[in-house]
């Protein structure tokens, strides 16, 4: 009896002496760590045998974590930086960004990781060199130093004489000359009209490159004729730019100007003129037209395929738009074209001799803006039987919509349009009627019940009745 208690004792002593050992040691497991928790303190280094895999070091390798465990809102900010990423981070993983030039190591990016049609002009910016112009069956390059005379040449004229022969015609494979930044002054007398050369001339850039042609024509000294087939991009051009009987051809990304110094009428010109019978699939686009004030900007005179002709994305800056002797009633179509800086007696449009060769000739035009510093906005002279049609537009003038002389029977409709002023001559004989709709309009002038307005107002958005003024 006494040896069992004894015995009994003596394991209540070693329980004892356990439990004294181990509860420093979960009390302080408990402590640093809580419920459901581990603390890197806990895990001591991989022995191969504890459910890690043997390493340097303390950590539990991938293998051992379940998936779906680590979560961002388990991951303290910063504690991943560059030098704890290894591999590969795929496009997937990463949101829509841009890079730039130091992002980007040399000879990284090339054609096999482009997929076709995603670079297109809007992604390229700054200036444009030869590198760019892939699609070209040759590229010449004109600029200041030292010339071949092959593939490099100090003269435009010298790179056409170069490509044509030595003729003003040249049919082959389409070609470039890339025009190095600096002011070229060059003889373009050389192209008949319509004859074909089919080659673009590229500037670096529209305020880098400029081109003056001397020499010209009876319109100005500083003009040339733009042959079929040629295109002018990117560039300055002072001058005139004679677009007669031009066939696929066209002047895009370009400022027109005036040539300094202007002296006399001849040399004040700049824009465009002519066109004639066969011009055909001619475009003006993204393009800046200042001349001087009173003068045209785009003059066309008896045009056919006026459906072909493009004009869209053009900023004028104290000249007009001419249309004169149209002989087929196919329509003109004008877009996305601003006016500025004009005079009170000048008209955004001038529509000239309209019906001679075609009746009810066609205009219709969207998104036609003016600053408020022009007199009119169309002009009809000894014309009839024209249709106008204006859309989505703004138009600011100071006296007159629509007016002109030895004019009537025309006709003109204005929608979802500001409209400062709807009159068609103030008096009982109107160029033509006017119908406006869904429109604010600043004042109205009637004008012999040949104005018709249905939905529109004022400047204070009252509502003007509906019918004829």
Known sequence: MGRTIRSRAASWLVVAAVTAVLSPLSMSFAAQNGPNTVNSAAIIAADGTSGQTLTTGNGVKTGHIQDGAVTTGKIADGAITDAKVGGTISGSKLGAHGHNGSDIMDGTVTGAKLTAGSVDNSKISGIIGQEKLGTYSNVITVHKGAANNVTTFNSIRAAIDYIGQNTNSYTGERQAILVMPGLYETDLTL?????????????????????????????????????????????????????SHSKDAGVIGVDVVVAPPAVGNRDQLAGFTDGWQTIRNFTIDDVYIETVVGSTAISLWGTGENDTLRFNNIRIKGGNIQIVYPITSKPYTFSNIYFSGGSPDQPLFNISWANINTLGPKFILTNITSDGSYGYGFYMGNSSTSKISVMNSKIDIITDLYTGVSSSDNVMTVINSDIAIASNTRSSNPVGSLSIGNSRIGTVIPSGQSIKLVNCFDSNFEPYANGLY
């Open 191 to 243: 192209f008949g009209p319509g004859v074909p050369f089919n080659v673009d001339i590229i500037g670096t850039s529209r305020t880098g490159t400029i081109i003056r042609p001397v020499g010209g024509t009876y319109f100005s000294q500083y003009s040339m004729t733009i042959p079929s087939g040629m295109y002018l991009r990117n560039l300055t051009f002072q001058g005139l730019i004679d677009v």
